[in-house]
């Protein structure tokens, strides 16, 4: 790795890592010549980057310690709020440095996505994108099928959180980092591809390979909650009808917190996500 490349991944690590973050460098060239050209990061191709996920740890390190300090608002998704704030302190650390941050969630006026976090994290080499295509003659016909990342230590236990974009900072001499093939077999595959689309609420697609860590018991109750109803069970907001519009990336449609309410007795969890903004869990 090119000592510039890994003195900021330092840098970023120190900010990012204590909160349960892991953080993995990439081009942009890399990401835009997997995509069409609407979806393309308008950089240039060397431009670095760098893809940020969240592990199980996330949830205590940095989920918890938000929750019991001043910084969480209402109306929004505390786990974005919380993930928002660990950005913004990345900026904080490196503040020589033009920096845009692009948090997983983000769209759009036309609700096209700003990252395709799936695509970002595999060409960073964090987790393995497994796709349709990647089974060969695969059984499903005219049936839709998304894809998910699989993380070579997790599994499926991580989320994607985001991409933290340096624009004028080039290397075009960083080597690629190819993603693990953890899920090699195409039964696996077929396993892996139908469980995240038919059967994710049962979590045990996350278990693909055998993880190092899972999400805890709370974890798993709080994003086994619907999006529109975690405030509530926190006892910070009352649940809203409003759904959002499902990811391109993922298949589910999500709800979105509206009105605020009186606090009822909360609890000390929070969610994750799996990889796209839409995911069922963290």
Not at 3 to 11: D, F, N, S, T, Y
């Amino acid at each position: 790795m090119e000592p510039k490349v890994a003195e900021l991944k330092q840098k970023i690590e120190d900010t990012l890592c204590p909160f349960g973050f892991e953080v993995y460098p990439f081009q942009v060239a890399w990401y835009n010549e997997l995509l069409p050209p609407a979806f393309h990061l308008p950089l240039s191709g060397p431009t670095l980057a760098f893809l940020v996920l969240s592990t199980p740890a996330m949830f205590d390190q940095a989920l918890k310690p938000f929750l019991q300090s001043c910084h969480l608002q209402m109306l929004t998704d505390p786990v974005d709020q919380c993930v928002a704030y660990h950005l913004s302190r990345v900026r904080e650390s490196l503040p020589e440095l033009q920096i845009e941050v692009i948090a997983d969630y983000e769209v759009h006026p036309n609700r096209r996505p700003k990252i395709l976090a799936q695509t970002a994290a595999h060409v960073a080499g964090a987790a393995y994108y497994y796709q349709r295509k990647d089974v060969e003659a695969d059984p499903w016909g005219n049936q839709r099928i998304s894809g998910v990342c699989i993380h070579p230590r997790f599994g499926g236990w991580f989320a994607i959180r985001g991409v933290v974009l340096l624009p004028g900072i080039e290397v075009p001499d960083l080597p690629p980092r190819k993603p693990h093939d953890c899920v090699p077999t195409r039964a696996d595959r077929i396993a892996l591809l139908e469980g995240f689309n038919f059967h994710w609420r049962d979590w045990t697609y996350r278990d693909a390979v055998k993880p190092q860590e899972r999400y805890s018991e709370e974890q798993k109750a709080y994003f086994s909650t619907p999006p529109a109803q975690r405030l509530a069970l926190l006892g910070l907001a009352q649940p809203s009808e409003e759904p959002s519009s499902p990811s391109p990336d993922f298949p589910f449609t999500i709800h979105t917190p509206k009105t605020p309410g009186n606090p009822s007795r909360a609890r000390s969890w929070l969610s994750p996500r799996v990889s796209p903004p839409a995911s069922p869990g963290p």
